[in-house]
């Protein structure tokens, strides 16, 4: 899997009581609502994960994003998988889950290593996006953001990711013998992370080329969650 990492200022941040929430929505709120964009230009697809039982993040994730200039119409949420519901044992019969990870989702809560075991949530997580990946190679999109409901985006998220695109190549146009255009081949990636955790705090030591692509870094050892990145079609079928 090709994968880089782009300084373009998510944060995760997991909302875990209403109070938590709602402190989220008045920071984002301080800032004035920019005009709404021509996001399709930029994404062809803008999918939210979000369990149908968190509408409060869901509202949250829309609030905020149109605070970011993206229009509701723009934004697909895409129904997430319950990790509490998910039979772990057909799992892994099914070798999505190892033998060595089964056995320490039978541990208790308290004896899992943050980061490194499984938990249902996790498991949940990691079937969603593998859903949506399958989506997304069916739509051929050429562009998709995908967030989780969870993610916290800084003001100017757009205009500062206009601005690490012109960094990297997002699509090639091939031109034909004749002069005219081809379909635009697949980038020389699969997946770019837009926030996340360096836990080794070792990004700034992978960056591709610091002079003509400032802030773009291949991915550290120990990059956690997924809570915002762009992949392509191609790209989601590598994933897959």
Same mark, same amino acid.
């Given at each position: 899997?090709?994968?880089?990492?782009?300084?373009?200022?998510?944060?995760?941040?997991?909302?875990?009581s209403?109070?938590?929430?709602?402190?989220?929505q008045r920071?984002?709120?301080?800032?004035?609502?920019?005009?709404?964009?021509?996001?399709?230009?930029?994404?062809d697809?803008?999918?939210?994960?979000?369990?149908?039982?968190?509408?409060?993040?869901?509202?949250?994730?829309?609030?905020? *994003?149109?605070?970011? %200039? +993206?229009?509701?119409?723009? !934004?697909? /949420?895409?129904? #997430?998988?319950?990790?509490?519901?998910?039979?772990?044992?057909?799992?892994?019969?099914?070798?999505?889950?190892?033998?060595?990870?089964?056995?320490?989702?039978?541990?208790?809560e308290?004896n899992?290593?943050?980061?490194?075991?499984?938990?249902?949530g996790?498991?949940?997580?990691?079937?969603?996006?593998?859903?949506?990946?399958?989506?997304?190679?069916?739509?051929?999109?050429?562009?998709?953001l995908?967030?989780?409901?969870?993610s *916290?985006?800084?003001? %100017? +998220?757009l205009?500062?990711? !206009?601005? /690490?695109?012109? #960094?990297?190549p997002?699509?090639?146009?091939?031109v034909?013998?004749?002069g005219?255009?081809q379909?635009?081949?697949?980038?020389?990636?699969?997946?770019?992370y837009?926030?996340?955790?360096d836990?080794?705090?070792?990004?700034?030591?992978?960056e591709?080329?610091?002079?003509?692509?400032?802030?773009?870094r291949?991915?550290?050892?120990?990059h956690?969650?997924?809570?915002?990145?762009?992949?392509?079609?191609?790209?989601?079928?590598? *994933?897959?």
């Amino acid at each position: 899997m090709r994968s880089l990492r782009s300084c373009a200022r998510v944060k995760p941040v997991a909302p875990s009581s209403a109070g938590h929430l709602q402190q989220q929505q008045r920071w984002c709120s301080t800032a004035q609502a920019p005009n709404h964009r021509d996001v399709s230009a930029i994404f062809d697809g803008v999918f939210v994960i979000n369990l149908d039982h968190r509408t409060d993040r869901m509202d949250f994730m829309l609030e905020q *994003l149109g605070r970011c %200039g +993206f229009p509701a119409e723009s !934004i697909t /949420r895409f129904p #997430a998988v319950k990790g509490a519901d998910v039979n772990l044992q057909r799992l892994k019969e099914k070798g999505f889950v190892s033998k060595l990870g089964y056995l320490r989702l039978q541990e208790p809560e308290e004896n899992r290593i943050w980061g490194m075991d499984l938990n249902p949530g996790a498991v949940g997580c990691a079937l969603s996006h593998i859903k949506l990946w399958a989506e997304i190679s069916a739509r051929k999109c050429q562009n998709a953001l995908v967030i989780e409901d969870d993610s *916290l985006f800084e003001e %100017g +998220f757009l205009e500062n990711y !206009i601005e /690490r695109e012109k #960094a990297f190549p997002l699509k090639s146009t091939t031109v034909g013998v004749d002069g005219s255009s081809q379909p635009p081949s697949p980038p020389p990636w699969d997946l770019i992370y837009l926030g996340g955790l360096d836990t080794q705090k070792r990004g700034h030591l992978l960056e591709v080329s610091p002079e003509s692509r400032p802030g773009l870094r291949h991915v550290p050892q120990f990059h956690r969650t997924t809570n915002c990145y762009i992949t392509h079609a191609v790209g989601a079928e590598n *994933l897959l």
